[in-house]
């Protein structure tokens, strides 16, 4: 099968197309016939060498695939040829992956392939984070910071689906459109002093729920946008340094910091991301679940995707198609 494996960690560059081995799956794996991959952020910085997980090279990156189901364990309740998608560590890009039962999924019946390829990682963790980490209910604000990417176009659906209403925080014209397009209500330029657009926008109430994906300073000004008793919500630090707080901000405005590792929690709970799917499967077919797919690559096309994805160059949703 053909393959895109790593041989230096010096980002992109170090991506090499090449023949490998169909993969065996254990007797807790399925092996998937790979329709599309995602595009990721930790795909990027696992071929940087800046991810928590650093594997032996030569290894084959990717975490998020869409396809159609090549062999299961008899007792599973897949067959050959069932649409699913799939959260992996690694391995997602090439032609054929493995994936853990616990980790695999029925692609929502009203998505397709390459939008289906969006749901393992990014509407997954928005749903995660949402439902299981943030307690979101119908009816309060959420901030989602990052609007434009494709964790920020999916929680903003997400939020959406679940009764909250949206305020998008964004860097440009392209990603305000981007993120206004996705569903939410408003949308603020993340710069200097934006918690006080945010008070404006909320009556000074603030919001209820932030979503981060992003870090460094922003994290920071955004702890002052919650509410009484608000759940700022952190995924991720793709705008560079990892912040710091002094906990006492915490304390004194009743507000909570969360943490959000969905892959991480499925060893936790195995059984997650099955009951994450029926809800996904619901807002898909009500029309809330929409992966904005901006650009489209071919496979061997997946560094320079990666590296445009590095440069901001890619808004809601990019995929690779086999």
């Given amino acids: 099968m053909r393959a895109l494996e790593l041989h230096a960690y010096e980002g992109p560059s170090g991506l090499r197309l090449a023949e490998a081995p169909v993969p065996v799956p254990a007797d807790d794996e399925v092996l998937l016939k790979v329709d599309a991959i995602g595009i990721n952020y930790p795909d990027l910085?696992?071929?940087?060498?800046?991810?928590?997980?650093?594997?032996?090279?030569?290894?084959?990156?990717?975490?998020?695939?869409?396809?159609?189901?090549?062999?299961?364990?008899?007792?599973?309740?897949?067959?050959?040829?069932?649409?699913?998608?799939?959260?992996?560590?690694?391995?997602?890009?090439?032609?054929?992956?493995?994936?853990?039962?616990?980790?695999?999924?029925?692609?929502?019946?009203?998505?397709?392939?390459?939008?289906?390829a969006a749901v393992g990682v990014n509407y997954a963790t928005a749903l995660f984070a949402l439902q299981n980490r943030g307690r979101l209910e119908a009816g309060e604000r959420v901030l989602v910071l990052g609007a434009g990417g494709g964790i920020g176009t999916a929680a903003i659906q997400i939020a959406r689906g679940l009764g909250a209403g949206v305020i998008a925080g964004v860097q440009n014209d392209a990603q305000r459109e981007t993120a206004l397009e996705a569903g939410a209500e408003h949308a603020i330029v993340l710069e200097e002093g934006f918690s006080s657009r945010v008070a404006e926008l909320t009556g000074s109430r603030g919001v209820d729920v932030v979503v981060d994906p992003l870090g460094?300073?922003?994290?920071?000004?955004?702890v002052r946008t919650l509410a009484p008793e608000g759940r700022l919500l952190v995924i991720g630090f793709a705008a560079g340094d990892i912040p710091s707080i002094k906990v006492n901000r915490l304390l004194l405005r009743n507000v909570s910091v969360v943490g959000v590792a969905f892959g991480a929690f499925l060893d936790v709970d195995p059984a997650l991301l099955p009951r994450l799917a029926v809800t996904l499967d619901r807002l898909a077919e009500e029309g809330w679940l929409r992966p904005h797919i901006r650009q489209t690559f071919a496979f061997d096309e997946i560094p320079r995707a990666l590296d445009l994805l590095g440069e901001a160059r890619i808004q809601g949703k990019a995929v690779a198609v086999l």
């Fill in 45 to 116: 910085l696992l071929t940087r060498g800046q991810y928590q997980l650093k594997p032996e090279l030569p290894m084959i990156p990717g975490c998020e695939i869409a396809g159609r189901i090549e062999s299961a364990p008899v007792a599973s309740g897949w067959k050959a040829g069932d649409r699913a998608f799939a959260f992996v560590w690694n391995g997602g890009f090439a032609e054929y992956a493995v994936a853990p039962l616990k980790a695999v999924a029925p692609t929502p019946a009203a998505l397709t392939q390459e939008q289906a």
């Fill in 216 to 222: 460094d300073w922003i994290f920071g000004e955004a």
